[in-house]
């Protein structure tokens, strides 16, 4: 691999990858990624951690594909990142929380994640029955990642 990917350039193959789609509360889903992008980024996290942070839900949400994953040039922790943040479509919880839990780095990528999905402008955009089912499941998300 001669060229890996700067952060500019794994910004606009994410901002790319999620054109279009929109978050829960009808906002473009840019926004998000980029929030946490900047979470990773304010929380410490190296280049590879805010390359994974943009990254982090292509592959869950089917805006890229595994195999693209697999070809990208992108340093091997970004994509062992990545691939501990996509969630199973059947996945339990406690599964998913484990494998962020091992793989190096990714942590505080899910740490920044929940931070902008539990943001109180973004929950309050929402209906309170969809409110209150999200703050559950990121709470209990977090609780499992522990300290």
């Known amino acids: 691999m001669s060229h890996i990917w700067s952060l500019a350039e794994v910004e606009a193959v994410a901002r790319q990858a999620h054109s279009g789609?929109?978050?829960?509360?009808?906002?473009?889903?840019?926004?998000?990624?980029?929030?946490?992008a900047e979470g990773v980024r304010a929380r410490g996290g190296s280049a590879e951690q805010i390359a994974?942070?943009?990254?982090?839900?292509?592959?869950?949400?089917?805006?890229?594909?595994?195999?693209?994953?697999?070809?990208?040039?992108?340093?091997q922790s970004v994509k062992d990142m990545v691939l501990a943040l996509t969630r199973g479509e059947d996945e339990d919880l406690e599964s998913y929380v484990g494998r962020i839990r091992t793989t190096p780095g990714a942590k505080l990528?899910?740490?920044?994640?929940?931070?902008?999905?539990?943001?109180?402008?973004?929950?309050?955009?929402?209906?309170?029955?969809?409110r209150d089912r999200l703050i559950e499941k990121y709470g209990r998300t977090r609780s499992l990642l522990g300290p």
Do not use: C, F
Not at 55 to 66: T, Y
Not at 109 to 130: F, G, H, I, M, Q
């Open 21 to 36: 789609q929109l978050d829960k509360a009808g906002r473009p889903y840019a926004e998000h990624i980029a929030a946490v």
């Open 52 to 75: 994974a942070g943009w990254l982090h839900d292509a592959v869950e949400d089917d805006r890229l594909s595994r195999e693209w994953l697999r070809s990208a040039p992108l340093p």
């Open 109 to 130: 990528v899910k740490e920044a994640d929940l931070a902008s999905n539990t943001d109180p402008d973004r929950l309050a955009a929402l209906d309170a029955p969809t």
